[in-house]
């Protein structure tokens, strides 16, 4: 009945969705909800320690029979810069003195680990049935490794050079991310620093002009990702050529994320104007709702520190703001749709999305 059978067929879904992995917003809690429900769960190891990674994907094992996917970075990490982090403090201070705190108390950023020996021996412990990244791939060694375990190989694409690039050098699968789409932008051959960042975001593309351009340059299967928030949207990204979709922001609002009240409630104001892409909370380009340091600092401010240090000197912030209530200085990540996304529990969305697209399309077909 789907026009495109290729994801499913290949991964053994029901569905043809890509429940996106979102480090700190969803663990096998909201993977077990979207497998339960026909679509592919993801867990986000980037943030995870070994250990929590092994407890998660067990879980997901006793409550889910479907494939999971296990979502890795592929950044350099940049290194300390005791300058730029001092800089970046000082240009905060006036928000520390006005709520009476230190600057000097930053606390260390959240770490994101890029893909290396030891996430690659838990790979190839733990056999999931899809392994994606982020930011590129990994070495071709640790590659090889990981497709060795029979592993389905995925990454994001935010041009169609970057797509040509993942296709010849192994990935099985091509995500394309639109500008619409929310967190982190998987971008790894534009030139993302500080100096050049906003021009290298104005000149990319939105998912529905990358789409067929990335199905016509490759011989891989493309999904689409970024401002599908129904099945409108995944209707339009079937007849532009993808085999599946990806979608974070529509399952953000449901009970199996691991989102703040804070982030719910500007989600539940969310419109289709007030997102922006912004490199203040990790120092890298990713999509959040607007908020006051943003309006203050500028998106793209150039004294953010690089990825991943931005968010150290936000933490003392972001804390004392939403103890009172306030998401002043939280990532409040989400993609231009989401003043689609809809209410309700993943697995129940998940089936009703695929019955909508199903409904759409053979309406379409009929006319």
């Known amino acids: 009945m789907w026009p495109q059978r290729e994801l499913l067929d290949r991964l053994a879904i029901e569905l043809p969705i890509v429940q996106a992995p979102m480090a700190g917003a969803n663990d096998a809690t909201l993977a077990i909800a979207a497998s339960r429900g026909g679509a592919l769960g993801s867990i986000p190891c980037a943030m995870l320690a070994p250990e929590r990674i092994e407890r998660e994907v067990t879980r997901f094992r006793e409550h889910a029979t479907g494939p999971l996917n296990l979502n890795f970075f592929c950044h350099l990490p940049s290194p300390p810069d005791p300058n730029a982090e001092a800089a970046w403090r000082e ?10 705190l ?3 108390d930053a606390a260390p950023a959240a770490q994101r680990t890029p893909f290396d020996d030891v996430q690659c021996v838990l790979v190839e412990r ?10 590129g791939l990994p070495d071709a060694p640790l590659l090889a490794r990981v ?3 029979g592993a389905t190989v995925m990454a994001s694409a935010t041009t169609v050079a970057e797509g040509r690039w993942l296709a010849t050098n192994g990935a099985d699968i091509i995500i394309s991310q639109g500008l619409e789409a929310g967190g982190h932008r998987g971008a790894f051959l534009e030139d993302t620093r500080a100096d050049t960042v906003a021009d290298a975001m104005a000149r990319q593309p939105g998912t529905f002009a990358l789409v067929p351009q990335l199905v016509d340059a490759i011989d891989r299967p493309v999904i689409a990702a970024g401002g599908i928030g129904d099945a409108r949207g995944v209707a339009a990204a079937f007849a532009l050529g ?11 609002a449901t009970p199996e994320s691991l989102i703040s009240d804070i982030h719910r409630a500007a989600l539940a104001e969310a419109r289709d104007d007030n997102s922006v892409v912004t490199r203040l909370f990790s120092g890298r380009p990713a999509r959040s709702l607007v908020n ?3 309006r203050a600092l500028g998106p793209l401010s150039p004294a953010a520190p690089p990825f991943p240090t931005a968010g150290g000197a936000l933490a003392p912030l972001k804390q004392a703001a939403e103890a009172q209530g306030r998401g002043d200085f939280s990532s409040l990540w989400a993609g231009q749709a989401a003043a689609l996304a809809p209410h ?6 998940t089936r009703r999305l695929g019955d909508e697209t199903l409904a759409r399309l053979q309406a379409l077909a009929s006319r």
Not at 92 to 100: D, H, I, N, S, V
Not at 344 to 349: H, N, V
């Open 242 to 252: 993808a085999c599946g979709v990806q979608l974070g922001t529509y399952y953000l």
């Open 147 to 149: 497709k060795a375990t």
């Open 126 to 135: 733990l056999r999931p049935e899809v392994v994606s990244f982020h930011f």
């Open 344 to 349: 309700g529990d993943a697995e129940t969305l």
């Open 292 to 294: 006051r340091v943003i």
């Open 91 to 100: 240009r905060l201070a006036p928000f520390y003195r006005e709520a009476g």
């Open 102 to 104: 230190d600057p000097e």
